[in-house]
């Protein structure tokens, strides 16, 4: 259909229109693109300020954090390291710090002593400083003077823990190039008590063994010195000197009690002498804390006159055996079986034995083709209806091996692992061992029938006296100490080492019946020579034959015996044993009469009165 000429100019128009606006339409959004593009560019150069910026603070912070540390925080260290490099220094030496009793004794200290220098650069006359010095100090004078005049060193020590009257002479001859600076020497006023426990210091003192060795990093201290300017060959200028004081080292006060350490040193040496045994040891502790009372074996050593230069004696000597040996503990072990069963039968278990229940008599017991015996013969009547009391009176092995199996591997292990058996204690002292024991999922009938009465596992001292102590203390198990506290030359405490409890192991009412049953060993079963007039002391003997290369030693033993008193509310524990003691051997008889000696030892030390 044709448009009329109205039409046709109308479309006209509106095709110049759209025209007009694509024409603004496209020029707005250049110039927006424009604008969007400053912006763009405006946005990135900001950031790129702020990260020029953000860097060149983090540089300057990062030298400010530089020159902080370089001058305060090491500043001390590094002022003491430029001066080293244009002094030379003369030590002063920290004193060791002091190891008293839970009393205040001492029984580890220092005297003062002197140490002697030379500086090569600064002598004058070789020859006469060489002979003055071996004059004075009984060295010899061909090798000083060898050592002065060809050594490449700036500074020769020549002698240590010379005495003062020495040190007098010396100054007074006023050699040039000669010096000498107050040094320590460590002493031991009771020379072999405690030996095994205290152990030793190098000639530098650094404890390197027993509590010497454990809290070096208390005892040591930080040694100072006295710094005097030097030219570039080491020869001394003006300028004077500088002193660092030395920072003392911090004292041990020990759970030891001196009194009672004598009293068991006294009684091993006696037994030591009467039986010449491999060793005789003891410990003795506070069963409420598990503090570690005493601690004594023989043959023991002057720690005043360490025989240095004989290493097997020595590390034989040193060796604290309480805590670093094992052995087979034999009837001394039933404590801890009689522990369990009572627990167990206090608890319902329909497995355990009530102290009413009467053993069979038979004399041996058959398990897993492994035949088991009791010392005794049975004869004419000897262990016939026995009840648990009267097993550990005679120390009834079959009785106890009635007891494990009965309980079970499960139920019995769970008591070993609460008694602390298989692990160490956790004592303070370097070089414990913890014991050995057959693995759960290892372990025979035959094997937990003879660990029932102490054979088949290994323990330490340490270890058997903790578990009785808990046994009989209410069932508490704590970790035995040997220091109660580190504290300065002032007397200031800077640690306090309290006791820690581990786990429970029975109930107070096992541990109280158990306690009684004890007593009746010791008043009328086999620890009868452990039994005091007007005391309650209750215990348990051991004997047990000893174990080399898988088979039975021949006429070796080792004896014991642990008891404690009073049995209603113990207050001492100790542990007795006796490594192959020569002609008696029974624990009764050889053990048993140490204990009672000790026991008496500490009645008398601290004025208990008999029960009325």
Known sequence: ??????????????????????????????????????KYASTVLRKRLFAVVLAVAFLFLLIFARFFYLQVVDGEHLRYLALDQWTREIPVVAARGRITDRNGVVLADNRTAYSVFVRPNAVEDARLTAETLASLLGAEESALYERITSSRVSELTVAKHIERAAAEQLEAHDLPGVYYAQDNVRVYPYGELLSRVLGFTSVDN???????????????GTDGEIASFTDLV?????????????????GLELTIDYEIQAVAEAAMLALYEQYSPVTAQCVVLDPDTFDILAMAEAPSYDLNDVPRDEPELLNALSRNNLVSDIYEPGSTFKIVTAAANLEEYFKGNANAFSPQHVFSSSRTRTVDGTTIRC?????????SNQTL?????????PCFTDIALALGTETFYDYLELFGFGKVTGIDFSGEAQGMLVTESAVRLCDLARIGFGQSVAVTAIQLAC?????V?????YRPRLVRSIASADGKIEE?????????????????????MLEGVVAKGSGSRAFIEGYKVAGKTGTAQKFENGSIAQGKYVSSFLGFFPSDDPQYLALVIVDEPVGAYYGSVVAAPAAKEIFEGIIEVKGIEPYE
């Not at 578990?467 to 046994?471: D, I, L, M, R």
């Not at 203390?473 to 198990?477: A, E, I, L, Q, V």
Request: overall charge positive; aromatic content about 10%.
């Open 467 to 471: 578990a009785a102590a808990s046994a």
């Open 389 to 397: 009391a009267e097993a550990l009176n005679n120390s009834c092995n």
């Open 206 to 220: 650094t404890g390197l063994t027993g509590l010497e060795k454990y809290y070096d990093r208390y005892l040591a």
């Open 375 to 383: 010392w005794s013969d049975h004869a004419n009547g000897k262990h």
């Open 234 to 250: 080491g020869a001394e200028v003006d300028g004077g000197t500088t002193y660092l004081p030395a920072t003392d080292g911090l």
């Open 496 to 516: 306090e080492i309290a006791p820690v409890l581990v786990n429970r192991t029975v109930s107070e009412r096992t541990s109280r019946l158990l306690a009684q």
């Open 473 to 477: 203390n209410g069932g508490y198990y």
């Open 1 to 38: 259909m044709h448009k009329t000429i109205y039409e046709r100019r109308s479309d006209a128009r509106s095709r110049k229109g759209s025209a007009s606006d694509r024409f603004f339409y496209e020029s707005g959004r250049a110039s927006e693109i424009g604008r969007q593009t400053k």
